[in-house]
Nanobody
Framework: VQLVESGAGLVQAGGSLRLSCAAS????????MAWFRRAPGKEREFVAA????????YYADSVKGRFTISKDNAKSTVYLQMNSLKPEDTAIYYC????????????????WGQGTQVTVSS
């Protein structure tokens, strides 16, 4: 199984970025997906998750209303659209996959990408 993130970048506060995570080696349409992030000096934290069908989503309070997670099962890709970015959103962003239902707990995810850097300047 491989999860490959892309979309890294440096953006000014208030700007937007879209991250992508392309999956291979798993039946993508049956896997819930999630995004986590790790800021410098902090623990990895949950950002957003989406059900296997894409019909249900869940967000951390810190990103609700600014970030949107979506899933294209035909392309085996999950996206994270990030708007109104803030300096505190600076982190390495990881996509993750697990079976059956999504979770906010990173310890329950089976597969992880290598991460992609997002830097927001003030």
């Amino acid at each position: 199984v491989q999860l490959v993130e892309s979309g890294a970048g440096l953006v000014q506060a208030g700007g937007s970025l879209r991250l992508s995570c392309a999956a291979s080696g798993l039946t993508f349409s049956t896997y819930p997906m999630a995004w986590f992030r790790r800021a410098p000096g902090k623990e990895r934290e949950f950002v957003a998750a989406i059900s296997w069908s894409g019909s249900s989503t869940y967000y951390a309070d810190s990103v609700k209303g600014r970030f949107t997670i979506s899933k294209d099962n035909a392309k085996s890709t999950v996206y994270l659209q990030m708007n109104s970015l803030k300096p505190e959103d600076t982190a390495i962003y990881y996509c993750a996959a697990r079976k059956y239902v999504y979770s906010t707990s990173d310890g329950t995810y089976e597969y992880w990408g290598q991460g992609t850097q997002v830097t927001v300047s003030s």
